[in-house]
């Protein structure tokens, strides 16, 4: 599949002409760092409260309102935004060892912050998350910081 006729069609529609051939590419690219960016400082303060212990001054769920939205809207920007960057070079990408890395790390990272969101959703506002979601929250900024290096690497792994 990673060698697929699939990835060389989709380079070669109209869109991913339009983007990878024009001012837009490197329009998509600076968003999507942006974006990117906005969504980890977003994670980075939910998830260090959560390793510092911030709910006993701030309730687990009013610092999970405050930031989850920030991090859906920016990590959906993200992923539109590196769609778009995606199908310009389909077929490099899906062989390309960074971007492997990357597409398995966020996926570790997306299923991390999954359990840890409902774990914490089953919370009363006064409520300690606890040791687990401690280490969880170490994990995703770990898991996050795997997704970001290997997407640097992308451009200069051949």
Do not use: C
Not at 44 to 62: A, H, I, S, Y
Not at 85 to 108: E, G, Y
Not at 138 to 145: E, I, N, P, V
């Amino acid at each position: 599949m990673l060698d697929s006729e699939f990835w060389l069609q989709l380079e070669y529609t109209s869109l991913a002409g339009a983007i990878g051939a024009t001012w837009l590419f490197p329009l998509f690219n600076s968003l999507h760092v942006l974006a990117f960016a906005f969504m980890l400082a977003a994670l980075f303060w939910l998830d260090l409260g959560l390793m510092m212990g911030r709910w006993q001054q701030v309730p687990v769920k009013e610092t999970m309102r405050s930031w989850l939205p920030w991090i859906w809207v920016s990590f959906s920007a993200s992923v539109v935004t590196g769609g778009a960057l995606f199908i310009t070079r389909a077929s490099a990408h899906v062989l390309n060892p960074a971007f492997q890395w990357k597409m398995l790390l966020m996926l570790a990272a997306g299923l991390n912050m999954l359990l840890l969101h409902l774990s914490l959703r089953k919370l009363a506002s006064t409520d300690a998350p606890g040791t687990l979601a401690a280490w969880q929250a170490g994990l995703s900024l770990l898991l996050w910081s795997g997704v970001v290096l290997s997407g640097r690497w992308i451009g200069h792994i051949v």
